[in-house]
């Protein structure tokens, strides 16, 4: 199993920054790719970023140009946003999936207001 720890939401103001961090823990070494979604209000859930185990990277369009997907060597990922938008508010989700598992995080609350 694989324990997801969600943490840097919070409230910025249009054209700001925010980074957020899911570190994983447990069975990590079965993780196949870690991503990032997020739900509006009254909106569905979508896909934000990926980042799988050999390193490669895809980006919902919405946030291309904008948001980046890391990882460090300890298995914490992370979404650096960049330029955020009214419509960038949401609760973003950290997800690992693997061959047996899928695992979401507790959700994290970014708001971009003025």
């Known amino acids: 199993q694989v324990q997801l720890v969600e943490s840097g939401g919070g409230l910025v103001q249009p054209g700001g920054s925010l980074r957020l961090s899911c570190a994983a823990s447990?069975?990590?070494?079965?993780?196949?790719?870690m991503d990032w979604y997020r739900q509006a209000p009254g909106k569905e859930r979508e896909l934000v970023a990926s980042?799988?185990?050999?390193?490669?990277t895809n980006y919902g369009d919405s946030v291309k140009g904008r948001f980046t997907i890391s990882r460090d060597v300890e298995n914490t990922v992370f979404l650096q946003m960049n330029d955020l938008k009214a419509e960038d508010t949401a609760v973003y989700y950290c997800?690992?999936?693997?061959?047996?598992?899928?695992?979401w995080g507790q959700g994290i609350l970014v708001t971009v207001s003025a």
């Open positions: 997800r690992a999936a693997g061959s047996f598992f899928d695992m």
């Open positions: 447990g069975s990590i070494a079965s993780i196949r790719h």
């Open positions: 980042i799988f185990s050999g390193g490669s």
